[in-house]
DNA sequence: TCAATAGTGTCTATTAGACAGTATACC
DNA sequence: GGTATACTGTCTAATAGACACTATTGA
């Protein structure tokens, strides 16, 4: 049935293939209908999705503002393999969506949301990634204001976390070669919520011969973290510090109405480095519309209310 | 056998999982073996390779420096579906490789280069997007530097040619929505050789509304180039004139030894657009290392002769 | 009044683009 | 000498960081 419909189609759009044939003499809708798909086996395919928010934590002086939090959600494991530990939500790509509607599908089971910033990151394809059978993964990062979400745990899942995320450099190494260098970065991933704290230190490694170079990526440890997770998880951290700096992510996870240290806040939680309000705030005026509203019950003076400005980009 | 191997390995990465049992009352070991792999119809997956080359073109004049042209290896099909048509080199992944070694194996299958540049751009995974089967392919890109290319056509095909390519800009529309606005360009990409020119058209939406908006790409029309695989140059082209602003892709392109112009032109051709030359210089200039070495016979002042400078990265 | 943050103004150093001007090969 | 390209110097405008300064609230 599906078969036929899809030769209809491509019969259609490629009017000259009718005529064609192969070395065999058959014509492209001959070949189909004798194209056996289970010829060959065939690796599994998921997505995995790693949904960014920034959370205000409030701090018990009342001067003081909330401190800003970067936070990412993931699922206590129900199932083997990896049971206990936690993962990235995620599923199996059905065979009548695309990767993308998976995606998608994911994340509306896990928050509820629709129509919130979902961008393919990676697919990750090792032989051994997963002990069950072979299985490549594509990771898909979303980015949540915290305001318009909640939780609601897959079927597959114990639990369902949001786990404050940390991304600390713990060793840069650099040495020369005879060709070239290495460089080797040993970073932490650390999460943490009330009662857990997971971590998983990488080693990243950036080797240098003549015009070549060849960059890999090792986990050495992994406390809590199910499958090759952490490596997604480094992956998307790196994704943001380096997009952030000159695409709009950082609005993606600010509700609608925001002040500028909040949005500086998110900035800096992400670069993990403190930033100059004043350049600051020149940098990104054209990315924002000030609004007549101001903050209230500060404790200090009151901070105007920005809008995005969605045409920022388009001179 | 493989599931075998699989659980021990698995068990001894995972100590505590040994005795954990899950609703079942199964532990791992006892689930892995149960696991079956065949119970959901499973995609195809494959690589798609986009690799380029830059070439330099004589001009009939001796004085005249020779003109820089981008050009992307494409494979006429002799199978199968759109039998005659040009596609990306590519082709399954196998069970036993990751989908970066099959990445690396269709590479040196096409060039017989092993060892320059490759990078995952993007992971194609619509339903329709193949008319034998579900088929999710990966994209990959290799910049290779002509001096060093050699040809060899793969098993499914009949020819392997490199194409002149050009990234045209048509059309570019800008209108306002209640909540947003909507930008619309269209472009063309056209690839040619001595004897056959191919070319697609491209319309790249961006819808705005409210903080949130949409992309989407879509084929107008596509003459001679097989399945969705005008999409996936477009989204390579896209890639490559934003990374060249900062990063050194372009020497991947460049031979061991190279003049500031010949650097130029292929950020040019990439970019579309020429570039004033004393500032190029200047912001390039961290990049290179200049040798003792100059150009003869150019019909005009000569030029030095640079090396990529592979530390230019690294404070 | 003061703690804390919001927000602005100015100086300096850097850098990109504009553009003119000099240099050097080959015919 | 003329053509084409190689390469440099200088002016200007824009911008980032540094830093000092002013503004405004709640307790």
Same mark, same amino acid.
């Given at each position: 049935?599906?078969?036929?419909?899809?030769?209809?189609?491509?019969?259609?759009?490629?009017?000259?293939? +009718? *005529?064609?044939?192969?070395?065999?003499?058959?014509?492209?809708?001959?070949?189909?209908?004798? %194209? @056996?798909?289970?010829?060959? !086996?065939?690796?599994?395919?998921?997505? @995995?999705?790693?949904?960014?928010?920034?959370?205000?934590?409030? /701090?018990?002086?009342?001067? +003081?503002?909330?401190?800003?939090?970067?936070?990412?959600?993931? /699922?206590?494991?129900?199932?083997?393999?990896?049971?206990?530990?936690?993962?990235?939500?995620?599923?199996?790509? !059905?065979?009548?969506?695309? *990767?993308?509607?998976?995606?998608?599908?994911?994340?509306?089971?896990?928050?509820?949301?629709?129509? *919130? %910033?979902?961008?393919?990151?990676?697919?990750?394809?090792?032989? !051994?990634?997963?002990?069950?059978?072979?299985?490549?993964?594509?990771? %898909?990062?979303?980015?949540? @204001?915290?305001?318009?979400?909640?939780?609601?745990? #897959?079927?597959?899942?114990?639990?369902?976390?949001?786990?404050? /995320?940390? %991304?600390?450099?713990?060793?840069?190494? +650099?040495?020369?070669?005879? &060709? #070239?260098?290495?460089?080797?970065?040993?970073?932490?991933?650390?999460?943490?919520?009330?009662?857990?704290?997971?971590?998983?230190?990488?080693?990243?490694?950036?080797?240098?011969?003549?015009?070549?170079?060849?960059?890999?990526?090792?986990?050495?440890?992994?406390?809590?973290?199910?499958?090759?997770?952490?490596?997604?998880?480094?992956?998307?951290?790196?994704?943001?510090?380096?997009?952030?700096?000159?695409?709009?992510?950082?609005?993606?996870?600010?509700?609608?109405?925001?002040?500028?240290?909040?949005?500086?806040?998110?900035?800096?939680?992400?670069?993990?480095?403190?930033?100059?309000?004043?350049?600051?705030?020149?940098? /990104?005026?054209?990315?924002?519309?000030?609004?007549?509203?101001?903050? +209230?019950?500060?404790?200090?003076?009151? &901070?105007?209310?920005?809008?995005?400005?969605?045409?920022? !980009?388009?001179?």
């Amino acid at each position: 049935m599906t078969n036929l419909w899809l030769i209809l189609m491509v019969g259609d759009l490629n009017l000259e293939n +009718k *005529i064609l044939r192969d070395k065999n003499g058959l014509t492209q809708e001959e070949f189909l209908i004798r %194209y @056996d798909a289970k010829k060959y !086996d065939r690796p599994s395919v998921t997505v @995995d999705m790693l949904i960014f928010t920034a959370h205000k934590v409030e /701090i018990g002086n009342y001067r +003081k503002n909330p401190k800003m939090e970067l936070q990412l959600l993931l /699922i206590k494991r129900a199932e083997h393999p990896f049971l206990g530990q936690w993962a990235l939500p995620g599923g199996f790509v !059905d065979m009548n969506e695309s *990767i993308g509607e998976a995606a998608g599908r994911e994340l509306q089971e896990e928050t509820n949301l629709e129509n *919130i %910033y979902l961008e393919q990151l990676f697919t990750w394809g090792d032989v !051994d990634r997963d002990p069950r059978t072979r299985i490549i993964s594509t990771s %898909y990062i979303a980015l949540a @204001d915290q305001a318009e979400l909640g939780i609601k745990a #897959g079927d597959d899942a114990a639990d369902a976390k949001w786990f404050t /995320i940390t %991304y600390n450099v713990l060793q840069t190494k +650099k040495s020369m070669t005879e &060709s #070239g260098f290495r460089g080797e970065n040993s970073v932490e991933i650390a999460l943490q919520n009330s009662d857990t704290r997971l971590s998983s230190v990488i080693n990243l490694e950036k080797l240098a011969a003549g015009k070549h170079f060849n960059k890999t990526s090792k986990v050495v440890s992994s406390d809590g973290i199910a499958f090759d997770h952490s490596l997604m998880i480094e992956n998307a951290m790196d994704w943001l510090k380096s997009k952030i700096k000159y695409a709009d992510i950082a609005f993606r996870l600010m509700p609608e109405y925001f002040t500028l240290s909040e949005l500086q806040q998110v900035y800096e939680v992400i670069l993990g480095e403190k930033l100059p309000a004043a350049a600051f705030r020149r940098k /990104i005026a054209c990315m924002v519309i000030k609004t007549n509203q101001f903050t +209230k019950d500060a404790g200090h003076r009151p &901070s105007a209310l920005y809008k995005f400005n969605v045409y920022w !980009d388009e001179k």
